[in-house]
């Protein structure tokens, strides 16, 4: 039986999390939200409701750490059934976190502060759907600042033909992740700030069965 | 060269090492709210900015607290910076919880590189956003239906009426409602007049997504 699950972001209060509960119907509820807001009294609260909630602790002003802590709590919430997220509640970092892994994950978010206002995600589409096969495939090969020309031999090795690796290269720096300069003459690739956050949407290639 | 935008609630110091970092910086436009504290930090940046040689101005937000209005000024006022073929980055450290989010949303629909600034350490750190428009997840058919049923939200459409509508075959348009509906795009509501009918209507948000 499909579990519905209801992935919500919560401060010191229970404000944000108790229209999410009425709205959206669920079977388990997971909560993130700081160490200390486990121990407030909003949590008690909703804890009395629901004494069998999931709880994330997470830093909450670091944006990165949120960030995965959500994701993985919604992909693990999705491997049971839908799952759906409340991203109003917490700090502002928290909240912006949950949004962009909502839009990451394809997972379908309202924004509870208190009234509910769904935000535009749409479902399934996950982030990985963004990148084509190749991209994928070169993504994975850069680990630093590499000259054109060895990635494309590199990439070579991997199946992915001199076009296909250019086209790659090209298209994954108009999407952000990578940088090209002309260095002494030779056009060198480096991944950009946002590489390292981005790259594990770069699966590998399908395992056997 | 680049235009600046950013959110921005009472410390200035959220924006200014965006204001420092950016290369070729033209513009600096501040989202705040008209508390007065966030005025006083409005005129700080704008000062700072001045000191650079940089114009900046600020929007004041007329309501900072409802989530959609925020983003669509935001995005239209980005779109425009966007066409006149100015690079464009957010910071989205400042602000409120909503303004901030708004923000957000408009970097992930557009497309547009955003950063926050650490509150402790004040070090600039970019998000994980695609340099894409997020509404290219949908197909240039599904974004065309979905635009129509945005822009005739008022109006009730079946699947019949919508294909006739848009001059497409009756099976089409089923391919395209069917993959709408499964990406959460639009509803199927009951026809209040008709029982055998459903309405097909755009899910709630969806303005933001196509507008």
């Known amino acids: ?209 | 060269m680049t235009v600046l935008f950013g959110t921005l609630g009472w410390r200035p110091q959220s924006l200014i090492p965006s204001i420092r970092g950016t290369e070729g910086l033209e513009r600096v436009v501040v989202y705040h709210s008209d508390h007065a504290k966030s005025r006083e930090a409005r005129s700080r940046v704008i000062e700072f900015c001045r000191s650079l040689g940089v114009p900046a101005s600020g929007v004041e937000v007329s309501d900072a607290f409802d989530l959609l209005h925020c983003a669509s000024q935001i995005r239209s006022d980005v779109r425009k910076e966007k066409a006149s073929g100015s690079s464009v980055r957010f910071n989205i450290a400042g602000g409120t919880r909503l303004m901030s989010s708004a923000a957000l949303l408009v970097c992930i629909l557009e497309g547009i590189p955003a950063t926050y600034v650490h509150d402790e350490t004040y070090q600039e750190i970019p998000l994980p956003l695609l340099h894409v428009a997020y509404g290219e997840g949908l197909t240039t058919k599904q974004r065309e239906v979905l635009g129509f049923l945005v822009n005739n939200r008022d109006r009730d459409f079946t699947e019949t009426s919508l294909a006739k509508s848009l001059g497409v075959h009756k099976a089409t348009m089923n391919h395209h409602l069917r993959e709408l509906e499964r990406k959460g795009a639009i509803e199927r509501l009951p026809d209040p007049d008709d029982a055998r009918q459903l309405i097909v209507k755009p899910a709630p948000g969806m303005d933001l997504l196509i507008g």
């Not at chain 1, 579990?3 to 669920?26: E, F, H, I, K, S």
């Not at chain 1, 997220?85 to 839009?103: C, D, P, R, T, Y």
């Not at chain 1, 479902?123 to 054109?148: D, N």
């Not at chain 1, 056009?187 to 056997?208: E, W």
């Open chain 1, 1 to 209: 039986m499909p579990q519905r699950t209801l992935v919500a972001t919560m401060g010191t209060d229970d404000r944000q999390v108790l229209p999410a509960m009425r709205l959206m119907p669920y079977d388990r509820l997971v909560l993130v939200a700081a160490e200390e807001a486990f121990e407030s009294a909003g949590f008690r609260r909703l804890e009395a409701i629901e004494p069998l909630l999931h709880r994330v602790p997470v830093d909450p002003y670091d944006f990165l750490s949120c960030l995965e802590a959500v994701r993985l709590a919604v992909r693990e919430a999705s491997r049971d059934g839908p799952a759906r997220m409340s991203v109003g509640g917490g700090s502002k970092i928290l909240s912006s976190a949950a949004i962009l892994a909502a839009f990451q994950e394809g997972v379908e978010a309202w924004y509870c502060d208190p009234e509910p206002i769904r935000l535009p995600v749409l479902r399934g589409i996950r982030l990985v759907e963004a990148f084509a096969r190749e991209e994928q495939t070169l993504g994975r090969l850069v680990r630093g600042p590499v000259a054109l020309d060895r990635l494309v031999r590199s990439a070579a090795r991997h199946g992915l033909s001199r076009y296909l690796a250019t086209r790659a290269v090209r298209s994954l720096t108009a999407k952000g992740l990578l940088d090209m300069q002309v260095v002494e003459g030779t056009t060198v690739v480096r991944p950009t700030a946002v590489f390292p956050a981005l790259r594990p949407h770069l699966r590998g290639p399908p395992g056997k069965a």
